[in-house]
């Protein structure tokens, strides 16, 4: 039996601070977001802020917990803990209440609890355990996929409960696999996936097309041959391009196959000097083909698969508001021009209608609530408006501002200095895990450690990302500040955790 | 390849990420100042703040218009709750169908903000429903002001407001919509200093519009300054009983306190109680006024052109004199063929024209102002000597806007040589052409206003002050220096009195024309007859008068339209005015008058 002193002598103490001012943030910002004058008391707890302060201490509780128990017992009980948790998952998909359409809280009495906050650190706790196992290597097809299976089983799960915000952190993970070997390729497929899905949206897939086919012949070009060849096709192509587009040639179809058909002739001249190497050849024209088919997926699913809400979320992102407006403008334009008959006409009138409808949409749904959100926190200025002087998220111009939009009131009643600060605050947080789970000497708290981080980090990501309008909106809690008891907790049990397996590094070999 | 190297991948992914956010909040908050303003544009709400409109006065302090508060039943959708439709159909006493359009138009025009439902609730009712309000959420009451008139009189004069129209919004800041403006009267003239000044409170208001409480703790909010008193030179006592005198006639009466120019009473028949263009009123009487084919809404002292008639010889009898074509003991024949006449005997002196209100001798004095032999062809000479008399009619306010406080008010009309060179031709016409104005007749055209005016000058026995309802402003304590200057007509005194010794004729010696317009013994009054030739049907009856013939306190015009000669209508009328207005109450032989104008039997006329 260690004493009492010695755990709390072996804890990173910046950690901890970190985590205290983080609550402490929340806790006094909820106050602000939902303040009520009639319960200005700041420890009502009729108010959210009461109850925010009677989850800190029950957090506190928990924490002190954690440290007490013994590390053993997380690397033990790492795969039951996990078994829980997905049980409670399925378990609250067959005896959950739902709340804004999501199926994903229980209700014991008056008090509610979510499952998948605490699938977040079972699932760490089973990856770690599972990664740490003696010849387990992330080269292996085997190790890659039971990994895959232990994210992705949680992952379907909460799906299956319709909180695909929840279920996104997951792809959180790949840091931690990264971390333990999985190719990097992987980690930068993902990024090149999402940029050319955004590309793709903002420009057309026509477009992209063309730009990936030219960035294609110069890097396959260079690689393979010469300067000279590759300056040939180039101009070749652009040539071609060139007047493909000068005479217009605007039907769809003839679009596409005459893009397709300008491929294979420049590839054709560049290859066919070295027809030896065939193989190299067809992987470039596979991958090429494989992009293409990538490209018109992701206009098609954008357009025909994904919902309406879903596809204003992303459609505010990427400033289509401006656009319609001005396409609106320019069809009036057209409508208002002479000479046009009254089939035309009524085409143009029923486009604008059509356009109308979803600036409508994009203007009273999302789009508004990140506009608001926006205001909110640009109103704030350097040094921000002042506790409790916030207009915007008092009044509630900003949804659900002591959750998931917690940063508008910090960024309007603090200004840029606090945001500045928090965001600071947080990055500190996650580097200092990343330093303590570097500094570990079993892969069991090295790779919870990255989990802790990457999922806290991609809470941030997401959240503020949203806020300030660079994500797209995806309702997340912001950890240790948004009001609510589930996630401070889980996030709180998350993190406290490493903390107890960091204190103890030196003590135990896992 | 060595799998710790990785750690800095992922801590400078972080990294980045940081501070790519915190580039994006400088961004936002610190250089883009737009966020800003839309903050303000959706939390801050003025309201404003109405002064009450300033009071109305008589000369004598009695009140002539106030405020009264009326009350409107406003709505807001949003927050209708569990609506008990037919109780409170019953407590508004309205109809269902009636009840449910209203709310239907409330909730059209915005679920969020309030509108009205129901306007003007009587005091009676309003305590009625106030009380059982609270059980309607989302009903309120409203509070505003309606203009209210205690006397029922003076509709032309007071004038009335409205909400101002969309120009009137584009070319004057201060005006919003929905706000009340002068729309004609005094509310049109005195409208600035009436209106008093808005103050502004701004408040906070949530995203559903709700009021959150003032800004900054209402450190910029203005207070509403209540609008200026007026108080005006009119006696309402007279000027109710000229109402009464011209009940059922059409026609005018103004009279003016001669000294001063103030205007006692100004009477346009038909006229209307100003109750009637009062709030929700207005919707209903304005069309009905203004299609009554009697005008009531036309102000006929200030806009109706008739000619003058016979009282214009007092002004042919003064320019005579002071031209020097005649003298006060010029006698001229009674020669009907020059133009017609009634039968009296010669007049053998100016006062004796005027008495008798001889045509043919003014047909002469006129003849002898143009043809003053300045050059030898006549109508040169008559040329000449038009440019030299008009000047002087409009000396006495005769063809030009009177500077008044009441808007609309006409010119008249003062013929002048371009006018007829461009009729007949340069040197085309000459006295023989133009000898109707001789008599007030013809091209010349006065309005009622002028008349009372003229008589004014010649109490005055010379100058005249521009006529006007402006007593005192409070607060300012003076009156517009334009209405305290002289005006001089440039014509000397001892003519003047020869005409005042005519006038007296008028009323008092045998064969003056207006025996009738004799009051109390002790008071002696001075008047001028007219029959203004109307060649739409019958003469209009004309009488001008002041009194008392020394130190005049009361200048007076009477018009009454289609009513026959002015010594049988409009002088007993002026008569019973002036008695009215000097002693305060009708003496027993002017009451029998009084017992016919009232009947508005043209074919009997009053007693002598």
Redesign the interface.
Known sequence: MRSYKNILGKIDWSIVLLYLILIFVGWINIYAAVYNEDHHSIFDISQRYGKQLMWIGLALVIAFVILLVDSQFFTSFAIPIYAIVLLSLVGVLLFGVETNGARSWFKLGGFKLQPSEFAKFATSLALAKYLSALNIKMKDVKTKVLAAVIIGLPAVLILLQNDTGSTLVYAAFI?VL????LS?NILLFGILAILVFVLTLIFGPVNIILTAAFAYIIIYGLLKYDVKTTFIALVAYSGLVYAFFYFELISNILYYSIAGGLFFLVVYLITRKEMRDKSIHYIGVVIFVLTCFYIFSIDFAFNKVLKEHQRTRITVLLGEEEKLVEQIETLKIARDAEGISKEEKQKIRDDIGAKRFSLRELRQGNGWNIK?S?????????TGKGFLDG??T????VPEQSTDFIFCTI??EW??LG??FL??I??AL??RI?FL??RQRSIFSRVYG?AV??IL?FH??IN??MT???APVIGIPLPFISYGGSSLWSFTILLFIFIKLDSERLLVLR | MN??S??F???I???V??I???I???N???L?D???S???H??LREVIQYPARGLIYDRTGELLVYNEAAYDLMILPKQVKELDTLALCELLEIGKKDFLEKFTKAKKYSRYKPSTFLKEISSVSYANIQEQLYRYPGFFVQTRTLRKYPRKSAAHILGYIGEVNQSVIEERPYYKSGDYIGKSGLEYSYEEMLRGTRGVKRI?????NRE?GSYRDGAKDTMAVTGTVLHTTLDIVLQEYGELLMKGKKGSIVAIEPKTGEILSLVSAPYYDPNMLVGRAVGKNYPVLSKDTLNPLFNRALMAKYPPGSIFKTVQAMIGLQEGVISENSSFACNKSLVGCHNHPTASSVAASVKMSCNPYYYNVYKRILQQKRAKSIFKDSELGLAIWSKQVKKFGFGQRLATDLPNIKAGYVPDVGFYNRWYGEGRWAFSTIYSLSIGQGEMGVIPLQMANLSAIIANRGYYRVPHFVKNIEGIDTIPQKFKEKHSIDIDEKYINTVIDGMYGVVYEPGGTARRARVHDDVVVCGKTGTAQNPHGEDHSVFMAFAPRDNPQIAIAVYVENAGGGGSWAAPIAGLMIEQYLTDSISTRNKKREEYILKNNYKIPPPY
Request: hydrophobic letters at 50%.
């Open positions: 840091f990264y971390r333990e070997g990097g608001q926006l205001i909110a926190i640009g109103s704030g200025g350097f207009t915007q008092k009044f509630n111009f960024g309007e200004g840029f945001t500045f965001v600071c947080y990055i996650f580097l990343l789970a570097e990255y981080a990457s980090f941030f990501l503020i990302g300030i309008g660079l | 799998l710790s990785r750690k991948i992922v801590g992914i972080f990294l990420v940081g790519i956010f915190i994006r909040l400088f936002v908050q610190v883009d737009k966020y800003k839309e903050s303000d959706n939390v906070l208001v949530d995203v559903h959150k």
